[in-house]
T-cell receptor
Framework: GEDVEQSLFLSVREGDSSVINCTYTDSSSTYLYWYKQEPGAGLQLLTYIFSNMDMKQDQRLTVLLNKKDKHLSLRIADTQTGDSAIYFCAETFTGGGNKLTFGTGTQLKVEL | EAGVVQSPRYKIIEKKQPVAFWCNPISGHNTLYWYRQNLGQGPELLIRYENEEAVDDSQLPKDRFSAERLKGVDSTLKIQPAELGDSAVYLC????????????FGPGTRLTVL
């Protein structure tokens, strides 16, 4: 079945770039997503990429997709303390309707 | 534009008691989802509605969980009786239609079963 994995924790200094990584197993992925979750809050959709694309940029966010290696990354430029949160990657896949399959989340801590 | 509304935000009950969660999706969104998020995990889909119809409930534990979406707008998720392992955050999400490219999540209901 489908499986999405992420590293659990990332710590960066304010102003640096953050790179959060995700790997998935399902070769029939259609869309891949990045969500942000702050403490006590729901999930905020940050961005998503179609599985046939390699890259998508949206302001400080850059998504890179290596379909051959089934690897997805989210780069946050000029990371701020307000970026501290848990980041989830998720996928939808052919035959799964629009069911999102989430990874376990990466906790990003931004230090001054 | 108002987002997805859920209530209550927090609920503490004793095991074997019933509990219900309510969700009001974004206006005009036909597709509604209930997810469960266990501590330290990503959300997992419980059920998906297209208007009033439950089109994917394969992950819903039907012996104790039930859901309804009367009139295709608000939805209620019920657990009866609750077990200790049901402690989790229950998230409601909605999307414009069945293609659901963008799913918008509510703040969730944090359930603690004692």
């Amino acid at each position: 079945g489908e499986d999405v994995e992420q590293s659990l924790f990332l710590s960066v200094r304010e102003g640096d770039s953050s790179v959060i990584n995700c790997t998935y197993t399902d070769s029939s992925s259609t869309y891949l997503y990045w969500y942000k979750q702050e403490p006590g809050a729901g999930l905020q959709l940050l961005t998503y990429i179609f599985s046939n694309m390699d890259m998508k940029q949206d302001q400080r966010l850059t998504v890179l997709l290596n379909k051959k290696d089934k690897h997805l990354s989210l780069r946050i430029a000029d990371t701020q303390t307000g970026d501290s949160a848990i980041y989830f990657c998720a996928e939808t896949f052919t035959g799964g309707g629009n069911k999102l399959t989430f990874g376990t989340g990466t906790q990003l801590k931004v230090e001054l | 534009e108002a987002g997805v509304v859920q209530s209550p935000r927090y609920k503490i009950i004793e095991k074997k008691q019933p509990v219900a969660f309510w969700c009001n999706p974004i206006s005009g969104h036909n597709t509604l989802y209930w997810y469960r998020q266990n501590l330290g995990q990503g959300p997992e889909l419980l059920i998906r509605y297209e208007n009033e119809e439950a089109v994917d409930d394969s992950q819903l534990p039907k012996d104790r969980f039930s859901a309804e979406r009367l009139k295709g707008v608000d939805s209620t998720l019920k657990i009866q009786p609750a077990e200790l392992g049901d402690s989790a955050v229950y998230l409601c999400a909605s999307s414009l239609d069945y293609r659901g490219l963008e799913q918008f999540f509510g703040p969730g209901t944090r359930l603690t079963v004692l």
